[in-house]
């Protein structure tokens, strides 16, 4: 049977949202669409805006769900579902990508089975599927107005983001890219010793 990957990538549909912090998930999958050079994003899953291809023997299937972050495990539990991955208690075939205010700008951390520590897009996932046991890459958008609380978390992530992040930006993007492909190419635990830094 062929391996399916499904990598979901969270965020806000809609031209205001599109260069904020809480949008990062989906600016990670459009990098890695673009260098792994899958088709455009088409609306074509359930309200969802997704592309595939096969890389090696993994059919790998990125998707944007489209009922913004607080609503986001309703698309994903049914492409899930439409797909036969996961048995209610695990689902190792989904990897989610999503901004993490408790990490520093440019950190990615990957990780498996946790909580979503108060990130309201990942805990509709984990009502939903009744289960945190999934993959996720988190990518850190704390910087100091942050962390010194002069700035609300739900305001600060949806903020744009500043020229002065552009190049951190870029570099995070390239090497969550670079992560999920070891990942796949590999193993996850393989992306994590090498990205968990």
């Known amino acids: 049977m062929e391996k399916t990957v499904i990598i979901a990538g969270l965020g806000n549909p809609g031209e205001n949202y599109c260069q904020t912090p809480h949008n990062f998930g989906f600016l990670a999958l459009d990098k890695l669409a673009a260098t792994?050079?899958?088709?455009?994003?088409?609306?074509?899953?359930?309200?969802?805006?997704?592309?595939?291809?096969?890389?090696?023997?993994?059919?790998v299937i990125l998707v944007k769900p489209q009922s913004f972050m607080?609503?986001?495990?309703?698309e994903i539990a049914k492409i899930l579902a439409k797909k036969k991955l996961g048995d209610k208690k695990s689902y190792p075939g989904l990897w989610v990508i999503n901004d993490d205010v408790d990490l520093p700008f440019g950190k990615i951390r990957i990780a498996?089975?946790?909580?979503?520590?108060?990130?309201?897009?990942?805990?509709?996932?984990?009502?939903?599927?009744?289960?945190?046991?999934?993959?996720?890459?988190?990518?850190?958008?704390?910087?100091?107005?942050?962390?010194?609380?002069?700035?609300?978390?739900?305001?600060?992530?949806?903020?744009?983001?500043?020229?002065?992040d552009n190049a951190l930006l870029e570099k995070t993007l390239e090497r969550t890219a670079k992560a999920i492909i070891m990942a796949l190419n590999q193993n996850l635990e393989k992306a994590m010793t090498e990205f968990n830094s």
């Open 70 to 74: 607080n609503n986001s495990g309703r």
């Open 112 to 164: 498996k089975n946790r909580g979503s520590a108060g990130h309201k897009g990942v805990q509709s996932i984990i009502d939903r599927l009744k289960s945190k046991n999934f993959v996720r890459f988190r990518l850190g958008v704390q910087k100091p107005e942050l962390a010194e609380k002069k700035i609300a978390a739900d305001k600060f992530v949806l903020k744009k983001f500043s020229q002065n």
């Open 36 to 59: 792994l050079e899958f088709p455009p994003f088409e609306m074509k899953i359930d309200g969802s805006l997704t592309t595939e291809a096969k890389i090696g023997k993994i059919l």
